[in-house]
């Protein structure tokens, strides 16, 4: 408890001090607010370790106040306790929607279990700090990006594929490979028109000391038109049982000594093979659509891999507008996930998808369009994001 502080924001002066008195007693270092403005001022400048807040505030409302601070990337991570003077379902379905960790209703007996509440959320915190320095040692070898999305359908395959090109396209000193790990079968190479033999099953059923960063760079197929390599997913689902998964990790490092970016399409995966690779990762790449069931479960997998250590300063989210102009727009989508979408991707009509069909990139096949432009600049920073990342 030494040294952490606990922000409490509460309308009721009686309540909030009743509260920082109790914890002070244990051992915190605690600040109070009566407004919820107040309150996120607080927040910023004194950077505290979890916050205390009862929703029913004077000036703002519970949902704003909470995503606000889950918006901003100095507080994103901040544990939130709701101890909320309303019992109702209904206000605590806002306040675990809009962001909040946990809710309390406020009792006698609740006042009891706190302490308890507090430390869980703190130490869950920590544990999250501590997988969050592992991952920011230095790192070495080629920049890895992955590309990641919560439901099929979003485009993430063909976004991966023309990512990669442009981002080459942006530095043709790079050395750039595409590693297809959506399983059972991949996609990347329908894509981009590969129907060689070497793909990631041939790869992992070679002995450890054949498949070096030279044996990569040596022997991948080069996509000419697309300015990278590929290692390629199975070809069929039954091809892909042969997968040898415990060597995924060793391929991953070989790639990364041999290249100067490593991009990855995972899909809609989130397994045993992909969280290690994912939290690895150097950038995630989110892909997100505009319909309702998507956004809503792109928000459960944020969630998710908030609890695995992942910040959001990693993530780049990309709201791909690939089935028309229908649906979420990105403020709406953003309040939902939690998290801010860098890129929206304009809608192409059957563009995208003919320009697949003929194996061709976007910004090749359509120089002048929008998307096209969007590609470029969004690959540019794509890799300043990285570059920032990985030198902090």
């Not at 004077?58 to 909320?84: C, G, M, T, Y």
């Not at 979003?154 to 590693?179: I, Q």
Request: proline letters at 4%; aromatic letters at 6%; one cysteine or more.
């Amino acid at each position: 408890m030494s040294g952490q502080t606990i922000l409490i924001v509460d309308a009721d002066t009686a309540s909030l001090k009743y509260l920082a008195r109790m914890l002070q007693e244990q051992g915190y270092s605690v600040l109070g607010a009566g407004l919820g403005k107040e309150g996120l001022i607080n927040v910023w400048r004194d950077r505290p370790d979890l916050i205390i807040f009862d929703p029913i505030l004077k000036d703002i409302s519970a949902e704003e106040f909470v995503q606000k601070i889950r918006h901003d990337p100095r507080s994103a991570n901040v544990p939130i306790l709701a101890f909320s003077g309303d019992a109702s379902p209904e206000k605590k379905n806002v306040c675990l929607q809009a962001g909040c960790n946990h809710f309390v209703a406020k009792s006698g007996e609740a006042v009891a279990t706190l302490p308890g509440v507090i430390s869980g959320l703190l130490e869950k915190k920590q544990a999250q700090v501590d997988v969050g320095k592992k991952q920011e040692e230095v790192k070495e070898g080629g920049f890895l990006i992955v590309f990641l999305s919560a439901k099929g359908g979003t485009g993430t395959s063909s976004l991966c594929a023309n990512y990669a090109m442009t981002l080459h396209n942006n530095k043709p000193e790079a050395d750039v490979v595409v590693m297809d790990l959506v399983l059972p079968i991949g996609s990347i190479a329908h894509i981009v028109g590969y129907d060689g033999d070497v793909d990631l099953v041939s790869v992992s059923e070679m002995l450890l000391s054949e498949t070096t960063g030279k044996y990569f760079h040596d022997h991948l197929p080069e996509m000419e038109e697309w300015g990278f390599q590929l290692l390629r997913g199975a070809n069929d689902p039954e091809r892909a049982n042969n997968l040898q998964v415990n060597r995924i990790p060793e391929i991953l490092k070989a790639l990364q000594t041999a290249y100067d970016y490593v991009v990855i399409d995972l899909g809609r995966s989130l397994s045993r093979i992909s969280m290690p690779i994912i939290q690895k990762a150097d950038l995630l790449v989110l892909t997100v659509s505009t319909d309702q069931s998507t956004i809503t479960l792109t928000k459960e997998v944020w969630d998710y891999l908030q609890t695995k250590g992942i910040e959001s300063k990693k993530i780049f989210a990309i709201l791909n507008r690939a089935v028309g102009l229908e649906g979420l727009t990105k403020a709406e989508a953003e309040e939902i996930i939690g998290l801010p979408i860098q890129t929206v991707i304009p809608y192409m009509g059957s563009n995208f998808a003919l320009a697949n069909n003929l194996n061709q990139p976007i910004i090749t096949k359509y120089p002048e369009d929008t998307t096209a432009i969007v590609l470029k600049d969004t690959a540019n920073n794509m890799i300043n994001l990285a570059n920032k990342l990985r030198s902090r």
